[in-house]
């Protein structure tokens, strides 16, 4: 059985492995748009269309990629997985979505940008000057204020529970519907810091320490926020985090995630070929894979010579708004017809939004040096899950609103002063 597993690890962090299974990812996802997206859901905007040259740039752009993420030198086992998740989440599917669905090809050239800007070797930021807490003030600081931020929820949600968001159905936006209309401006700027950072850090303290009433409070907080205020990637949130936890070498935690979502997707295909269920792969390969890379796409396309220079955010006292809709809703008219469909895009989208290819060019410098700055602070492997987090979150949102809304300076400003460490961060430290 040792020997077993010694083969396993050793397989699943090899390189070349990575590379292999990378192939067959996309391989897998030109058929699942051939065969399963395109079919159920052209309705929305999902096409069939291709030509000679978007085949062989789509496959220039497929070897530019596994050069950037295995030959390049990478500057830390940290870079090479994060560009792996990149490769997987968004940039594979762009350049599915280039090659034989119309789409735009440049967000797959900015994403390769970020892969090869976070996979050279460059030098780090310094970071080894800054002081950090003390280990035995950490748990206690960082418990007592996730505690008070917790706080505002009991007074504005209380404790009635809906507990059908967890079919994650449609039960789910109409719940989170309710949830916004009794929101208030603390609680939507405390939910981002409290379900992205404070409670998931928590939770990976309290796995390494074995600190089992930590981990029990830290999933019941993170499950209670879901109850009250469902977004998915909350109750997910707890799978991730713990997931992540496990292996301490980078390159076997990206050969674990290739692997997964190779066999995820030949299971949901199996699944939907014996049940006829079609909703497990669409929410696994449509809506986490395509429709992200869809929408940016589609950001491209409409804000072409038609930029808003932060007009909807923080320049909106200087210039002004051309439209009555935010931006996510003004692409859910464009794409869908309906007013009522919000359709959030990443950095790359955002930037080109509001400054053309120079707002994309830059968001892309500005999100990969998040990257490299917490990737200077040398965070022990545990916590990758918080790092894909912040990950979902620049691939999702908007550039400014990851920053300041969503937690990553909270993140960037708890990790230097509480996680910057060279030790171990389990029950031996002192």
Same mark, same amino acid.
């Given at each position: @059985?040792?020997?077993?597993?010694?083969?396993?690890?050793?397989?699943?962090?090899?390189?070349? #492995?990575?590379?292999?299974?990378?192939?067959?990812?996309?391989?897998?996802?030109?058929?699942?748009?051939?065969?399963? #997206?395109?079919?159920?859901?052209?309705?929305?905007?999902?096409?069939?269309?291709?030509?000679?040259?978007?085949?062989?740039?789509?496959?220039?752009?497929?070897?530019?990629?596994? #050069?950037?993420?295995?030959?390049?030198?990478?500057?830390?086992?940290?870079?090479?997985?994060? =560009?792996?998740?990149?490769?997987?989440?968004?940039? /594979?599917?762009?350049?599915?979505?280039?090659?034989? !669905?119309?789409?735009?090809?440049?967000?797959?050239?900015?994403?390769?940008?970020?892969?090869?800007?976070?996979?050279?070797?460059?030098?780090?930021?310094?970071?080894?000057?800054?002081?950090?807490?003390?280990?035995?003030?950490?748990?206690?600081?960082?418990?007592?204020?996730?505690?008070?931020?917790?706080?505002?929820?009991?007074?504005?949600?209380?404790?009635?529970?809906?507990?059908?968001?967890?079919?994650?159905?449609?039960?789910?936006?109409?719940?989170?519907?309710?949830?916004?209309?009794?929101?208030?401006?603390?609680?939507?700027?405390?939910?981002?810091?409290?379900?992205?950072?404070?409670?998931?850090?928590?939770?990976?303290?309290?796995?390494?320490?074995?600190?089992?009433?930590?981990?029990?409070?830290?999933?019941?907080?993170?499950?209670?926020?879901?109850?009250?205020?469902?977004?998915?990637?909350?109750?997910?949130?707890?799978?991730?985090?713990?997931?992540?936890?496990?292996?301490?070498?980078?390159?076997?935690?990206?050969?674990?995630?290739?692997?997964?979502?190779?066999? @995820?997707? !030949?299971?949901?295909?199996?699944?939907?070929?014996?049940? !006829?269920?079609?909703?497990?792969?669409?929410?696994? /390969?449509?809506?986490?894979? *395509?429709?992200?890379?869809?929408?940016?796409?589609?950001?491209?396309?409409?804000?072409?010579?038609?930029?808003?220079?932060?007009?909807?955010?923080?320049?909106?006292? *200087?210039?002004?708004?051309?439209?009555?809709?935010?931006?996510?809703?003004?692409?859910?008219?464009?794409?869908?017809?309906?007013?009522?469909?919000?359709?959030?895009?990443?950095?790359?989208?955002?930037?080109? @939004?509001?400054?053309?290819?120079?707002?994309?060019?830059?968001?892309?410098?500005?999100? =990969?040096? #998040?990257?490299?700055?917490?990737?200077?602070?040398?965070?022990?492997?545990?916590?990758? !899950?918080?790092?894909?987090?912040?990950?979902?979150?620049?691939?999702?949102?908007?550039?400014?609103?990851?920053?300041?809304?969503?937690?990553?300076?909270?993140?960037?400003?708890?990790?230097?002063?509480?996680?910057?460490?060279?030790?171990?961060?389990?029950?031996?430290?002192?």
């Amino acid at each position: @059985m040792s020997r077993l597993k010694s083969f396993i690890v050793l397989t699943l962090g090899n390189k070349w #492995v990575h590379v292999a299974a990378l192939i067959i990812y996309y391989a897998l996802m030109v058929r699942e748009y051939y065969n399963f #997206v395109c079919p159920h859901f052209s309705h929305l905007r999902f096409k069939w269309h291709y030509s000679t040259a978007s085949i062989l740039i789509g496959t220039v752009l497929i070897a530019l990629l596994s #050069v950037c993420v295995f030959k390049l030198r990478h500057s830390s086992g940290f870079a090479h997985a994060l =560009a792996v998740f990149v490769s997987v989440l968004f940039c /594979v599917p762009s350049i599915v979505l280039y090659q034989f !669905g119309s789409c735009s090809i440049f967000p797959c050239l900015y994403s390769l940008l970020f892969i090869f800007l976070i996979s050279i070797s460059l030098p780090n930021i310094p970071s080894h000057t800054v002081p950090t807490v003390p280990q035995r003030y950490r748990v206690p600081l960082l418990a007592a204020l996730a505690g008070i931020m917790i706080i505002p929820f009991f007074f504005v949600f209380g404790f009635n529970f809906d507990f059908s968001v967890f079919s994650m159905g449609q039960e789910i936006y109409t719940a989170r519907a309710a949830a916004r209309a009794r929101s208030t401006t603390l609680t939507s700027y405390l939910f981002g810091p409290l379900t992205k950072v404070l409670l998931p850090i928590l939770l990976v303290i309290g796995l390494a320490r074995k600190n089992w009433i930590l981990v029990f409070l830290s999933i019941a907080a993170l499950l209670y926020i879901f109850l009250v205020n469902p977004h998915k990637f909350v109750f997910l949130s707890v799978f991730l985090i713990i997931l992540f936890f496990f292996f301490d070498d980078y390159n076997l935690k990206s050969g674990i995630a290739l692997c997964g979502v190779v066999l @995820m997707i !030949g299971a949901s295909a199996l699944f939907t070929f014996v049940s !006829g269920n079609i909703l497990p792969e669409s929410i696994l /390969v449509r809506r986490m894979f *395509f429709v992200p890379a869809q929408l940016s796409s589609a950001y491209f396309s409409f804000f072409d010579n038609n930029h808003i220079y932060l007009s909807h955010s923080i320049l909106h006292h *200087f210039i002004e708004y051309p439209y009555h809709l935010d931006p996510p809703h003004v692409i859910g008219l464009y794409m869908y017809g309906r007013t009522n469909v919000s359709c959030n895009t990443g950095f790359i989208g955002d930037g080109f @939004m509001n400054f053309g290819h120079f707002g994309a060019l830059l968001f892309t410098i500005g999100t =990969a040096a #998040v990257f490299r700055f917490l990737e200077s602070l040398r965070l022990k492997p545990e916590f990758f !899950g918080v790092i894909l987090l912040t990950l979902f979150t620049f691939l999702n949102s908007a550039f400014l609103t990851s920053l300041l809304t969503h937690g990553v300076i909270f993140l960037m400003i708890v990790a230097l002063f509480f996680l910057k460490t060279d030790k171990d961060i389990g029950e031996n430290e002192k």
